[in-house]
Structures are given as C-alpha cells and as structure tokens.
C-alpha cells in the first residue's frame, strides 16, 4: 500500500538499536554502514484512495542516511 505522510510525525520512540535490528544485514547492504536504530511514531498518512487516516508508522534512520523504509503498522482511527 503506498502512502504519504501529511504533517509531522508524533510520539517518536527508539525500538531497537544497532544489533537488535533483525534487518540489519538488509539496511547495511542496501543504505551502507552507520548507527541504525528503529523507530516509531504516529501521523496522518494519505492513501493511494485518496484517504487521510491517521496511523502508527515504523521506520529505520541512521545518521549521514535519513529516514527510509517506512510501513504502516495499523490505523489509529
């Protein structure tokens, strides 16, 4: 399902650092090597249907990279 976010992302929490990422291998082949961690939030997001809902998003960020990688977890509303 493809989304963009509207507005800014709330409520931010670390849930995993470094080697307590499962997909760590995957983020280091295809971004490069840094200090990843995991994270989640809550935003209203804009669905490919044109609806705005809001929703608890999980996304990985290290410095030097950015944020990539987000997914919807579930729907708030």
Not at 19 to 33: E, F
Not at 45 to 72: M, T
């Amino acid at each position: 399902m493809s989304f963009r976010i509207e507005g800014d992302i709330t409520g931010i929490e670390v849930i995993a650092r470094n080697n307590g990422i499962r997909s760590l291998g995957r983020l280091k082949a295809k971004y490069g090597p840094g200090r990843w961690r995991k994270l989640k939030g809550f935003a209203r997001v804009r669905l490919s249907n044109g609806k705005i809902r809001r929703a608890e998003l999980h996304w990985y960020e290290a410095n030097g990279i950015g944020k990539v990688d987000f997914k919807i977890k579930q729907f708030i509303d």
